[in-house]
């Protein structure tokens, strides 16, 4: 459209030149000050830069409009264009002013030197400018934000692409971007626990109480009166140990602290500390000062101005001292806490259980034969009341933990040896335990634990303590009621009403447990865990240690997906019942790629002749998959792996580094091994990942290729990136080469959903916080993944399940060679993007006391997924992520599908907030479908009398 490109350039920016900016600024990397890093400068030479800009850029575009060689041209049209070019420019010149070139810089790659710190607030300003011009673009804030982010700015680059998507609540880039990144810099927990009301409550309560006696303690006898008391003036000081939100650090100031120090390590989480805490006015800012930094390099004289009176932190996990409080503690307390001072929390006692569970079996190990994968992790974190288990033993209280006494001289305490009573044979997986952390040292011990389980292991209905707390944040004057005793109790009992998991700790091997029921086990803990152990007894009969791999590289998810054989029987079509010397198995692997270990297994187990070299497979993985498969195929098989692996990133979206994974890995190791003419080209490596499919290897020069691939992730969700990679295959491979794709049909199921308990997962619930942390929504996710849809508390809002077919294979082709079937890719499949919208009816709630009472508000949808596959007779076979025959409603075809025991569900969440469908008729659902990027659901109110 524009023919003076470079001069467009030169005119919006050439005051730059003419009035240069301050260049006083300094790059600050403390939150302590008070202004923003990327603030700019508000000179006289600013000021008119700002003005001379503004009206230049205005002119400017008048001009364009008004001078279209095209005077018929839809003016939306012609904005919209020059919106797009003016992003660009802009883009362009924010990166070479920073940059000093146009290309994407990331400081995490090394690359700190190359930015010129000082002229961000300018580039930053242009953005700002250019917004005033164009409100209404989402890309020009999500080029802003992703311009910030390639600077490590992550929390401004978030605000950048809310805001884009408050603009466009459908932009993908910006969807993309920001799931991503927030995915990466907050854990999902952190919702849970600011969520905790009794954590909460509790927390303010032990702050309150330690303040109150601090002030009280400095009441001396005056020498003058000797019935009247003279009071230490000097203010009381705080310190925050991983302020987090600053959540702890606002409540200390509500509960009459004069200054509070909020000391936190991640840049990111500082920020958002700052930004809640200048939320709640200035009198609550004023006496907090967050430090950027880790406690053990704050200084006195330099961050603080002398030793504080208390210390307040929640370093702790569902293990207890995972996140190191024991030496964080020992550090503060002889650099930074005066002599008289207090620390919250005090000690706490740990609680255990022995417990029998075939699906944490399952999520800790794998066994074919008489070997045995196992996770190295030393323990994992689950919350009890959500996994199938039978209790073995009476919970009990092992031990007692001082969090800040701890004998640095030692590696560990002393072991505490105790008798466990069993309540019935079993096979004992693992230990799980629990705590109560006593926020005071005056706290009252607690007598027990309350009941978990009955006998037969069904969880007890259990409700919060606290849920008649109401008032008692800022302004509370009284105290907080039943339920709030300083104390933080973490037990199963509590269910997802508790904003913590238990910590399950893996046996070194699985142990009968048989006559006479009881068993010795062995407590003790280090700077940074418990340790559990049974000792030898003749209830015991323990497992064998040898055949045993521990590998610290691999998860959960990757040993629940070798357990599962429905699944590996369901990819292993019956093309696979014996071997080819001239046929190839390309699987593309999720994860740590441990899929093929378990699928070349049952293999061999079901058809003898079946090689356990690998050799006829070609298994695309993430890169440092390779080193994970090797390592178990020579661990089970005994042999080396001698197929081909190729690395690939598919999460990394890029479809150059893609293509080249399988134009130069898999499509060549599919090729005849006696083509001399392409085995020269792939040593010289001239296979090109732009290779078209008309230019690519002659029909004769390749094998006969099954193709497996994973399509969904083990969290529930599409995997990003397969969709194009398969593609890239069916495009490249010959048709009557290809003897089966499984699976064959990919289907994505979503369900409309009310759910409290899902938003109160994802997002911050002001009533439980007592402060104002809304901003932490910021870090909230569109996508909700690991999801038990059958333990979720949820109402449907639609009759049925809405679906959509993701990817298809057409029907086997009977034109081809005698013997060798061949297939076709439906035109679906190839398309980039696509978007399929459904409008559908709102069932009628009124009778649901729950809904009513919330104003029928529509959370989110859950996201399922159904595969099928062809068998060799034509037969059909099918799989579920989801057993859809557990609830109300069901699904046509819910008699045919199998379900897949260790895929998860997800859930996509309504943007921003809850939709009110009080008195909405349809809701309209969108389910956006992108090879690069897999699948997204979105919501919208869809109202007839307004169309």
């Known amino acids: 459209m524009f023919h003076h490109h470079h001069q467009l350039q030169q005119l919006l920016f050439q005051t730059l030149d003419e009035h240069q900016c301050d260049n006083d600024q300094q790059r600050v990397v403390s939150t302590t000050n008070t202004q923003h890093p990327l603030s700019s400068s508000s000179s006289s030479s600013m000021r008119r830069t700002k003005r001379t800009f503004g009206s230049l850029l205005k002119t400017y575009l008048e001009a364009i409009v008004a001078n279209q060689d095209n005077p018929q041209s839809d003016i939306k049209v012609i904005n919209k264009e020059v919106e797009e070019e003016v992003v660009l420019i802009l883009v362009r010149h924010a ?55 390639s600077l490590g700015y992550f929390f401004d680059t978030l605000e950048q692409l809310s805001l884009a998507l408050h603009i466009d609540p459908t932009h993908p880039l910006a969807l993309e971007s920001k799931e991503n990144i927030t995915n990466m810099l907050v854990e999902r927990w952190h919702f849970r626990m600011l969520n ?282 009284q105290e907080l009621g039943d339920g709030i005793n300083c104390v933080v109790c973490t037990d199963p009992s509590q269910g997802m009403a508790c904003g913590w998991d238990q910590c399950v700790h893996f046996l070194p091997t699985f142990v009968d447990i048989r006559e006479p029921l009881t068993t010795d086990i062995a407590f003790s803990y280090t700077r940074d865990q418990l340790v559990f152990s049974l000792s030898s007894h003749p209830s015991c009969e323990h497992g064998d240690l040898r055949d045993i791999l521990q590998m610290d590289e691999i998860g959960e998810a990757d040993v629940s997906c070798m357990n599962d054989t429905g699944y590996a029987s369901f990819l292993m079509p019956d093309y696979l019942n ?21 699928f070349q297994n049952q293999r061999c187990e079901q058809f003898q002749e079946i090689s356990s070299s690998g050799r006829d497979l070609v298994i695309v993985c993430e890169p440092e998959a390779e080193h994970v498969i090797r390592t178990c195929w020579e661990f089970f098989f005994s042999l080396p792996f001698d197929g081909s ?67 969904i992730e083990s969290s529930g969700e599409m995997r990003v990136g397969v969709l194009h990679a398969l593609s890239l295959l069916t495009q490249h491979i010959p048709n009557e080469h290809i003897v089966s794709v499984c699976p064959s049909l990919v289907r994505v199921n979503t369900l409309p959903i009310h759910s409290n308990e899902l938003w109160r997962r994802t997002h911050v619930d002001l009533d439980a916080t007592g402060v104002d942390v809304s901003l932490f929504d910021i870090f909230s996710t569109h996508v909700f993944k690991d999801i038990v849809a059958s333990h979720l508390p949820f109402d449907c809002l639609v009759e049925h399940p809405i679906s959509a077919t993701v990817w298809q294979l057409s029907d086997m082709d009977e034109g081809g060679d005698e013997g060798n079937d061949c297939v076709n890719i439906t035109q679906d499949a190839g398309k980039e993007d696509r978007v399929e919208s459904f409008v559908v009816p709102v069932m009628s709630l009124s009778e649901n006391d729950e809904v009513s009472h919330n104003n029928n508000m529509c959370h989110g949808a859950l996201v399922w997924f159904e595969f099928e596959r062809q068998g060799q007779d034509g037969s059909r076979h ?6 859809a025959q557990q609830q109300s409603w069901s699904l046509e075809r819910c008699d045919e599908y199998g379900v897949a025991t260790h895929t998860l569900q997800s859930a996509h969440m309504c943007d921003f907030r809850p939709l009110h469908i009080l008195e909405v008729e349809q809701l309209r659902v969108d389910i956006n479908i992108s090879k690069m990027r897999g699948v997204r659901v979105q919501l919208f109110i869809s109202n007839p009398h307004l169309e």
């Open 95 to 149: 990166r070479e002013l920073v940059f000093g070139t146009v290309m994407e810089t990331n400081p995490c790659e090394g690359n700190e030197g190359n930015i010129d710190f000082d002229l961000v607030p300018r580039a930053v300003w242009l953005f700002e400018q250019t917004a005033t011009m164009f409100p209404h673009t989402a890309s020009l804030k999500y080029e802003q934000g992703m311009f910030l982010y």
């Open 196 to 477: 905790d009301k009794s954590r909460n409550a509790n927390y303010f309560h032990a702050i309150k109480k330690a303040i109150s006696t601090i002030r009280n303690s400095r009441g001396v006898k005056s020498s003058n009166h000797a019935n009247a008391l003279d009071h230490d003036a000097s203010p009381i000081t705080v310190l925050d140990i991983g302020a987090g939100s600053g959540l702890l650090s606002m409540y200390a100031v509500a509960c009459g602290a004069d200054h509070v120090y909020a000391c936190e390590m991640n840049t990111t989480m500082a920020r958002m500390a700052s930004s809640c805490i200048h939320e709640n006015g200035q009198a609550m800012a004023s006496k907090i000062t967050v430090i950027n930094k880790l406690s053990s390099d704050v200084e006195i004289g330099v961050d603080i101005p002398r030793r504080v009176d208390l210390i307040v932190t929640e370093l702790v996990d569902a293990g207890l001292l995972g996140e190191h409080i024991i030496p964080t503690l020992a550090d503060a307390k002889g650099r930074l806490l005066a002599n008289e001072g207090m620390i919250i929390p005090s000690h706490a006692d740990v609680y255990c259980v022995l417990v029998s569970s075939p699906l944490l079996q399952y999520q800790c190990s794998y066994t074919s034969g008489s070997k045995t994968l196992r996770l190295g992790d030393k323990y994992t974190c689950d919350t009890l009341s959500q996994i199938d288990h039978e209790l073995l033993s009476n919970p009990m209280c092992i031990g007692h933990v001082k969090l800040s006494a701890f004998d640095e001289s030692q590696d560990t305490n002393d072991t505490i040896i105790s008798s466990l009573p069993l309540w019935k044979e079993g096979t004992a997986h693992a230990i799980v335990s629990w705590f109560t952390l006593y926020l005071l040292p005056d706290c009252i011990p607690q007598a027990g634990t309350r009941d978990l389980e009955n006998e037969s292991g069904s969880r007890r209905n259990t409700s919060e303590t606290t849920s008649n707390v109401n008032m008692w944040g800022l302004q509370a004057k």
């Open 578 to 598: 014996q071997a080819h010397p001239e046929t190839k198995t390309v699987m593309l692997c999720k994860g740590s790629g441990l899929f093929s270990v378990a």
């Open 645 to 711: 692996i190729v690395p690939c990133n598919m999460e990394g979206q890029d479809d150059a580094i893609i293509a080249d994974s399988i134009m130069n890995g898999v499509i060549v190791a599919c090729l005849q091994t006696n083509d001399v003419d392409h085995q020269l080209t792939r040593e010289r490596g001239l296979i090109s990942p732009t290779t078209s499919p008309t230019t690519s290897p002659t029909p004769s020069t390749f094998m006969n290729v099954h193709i497996v691939w994973e399509p």
């Open 878 to 883: 099918l799989l579920s992520t989801f057993n």
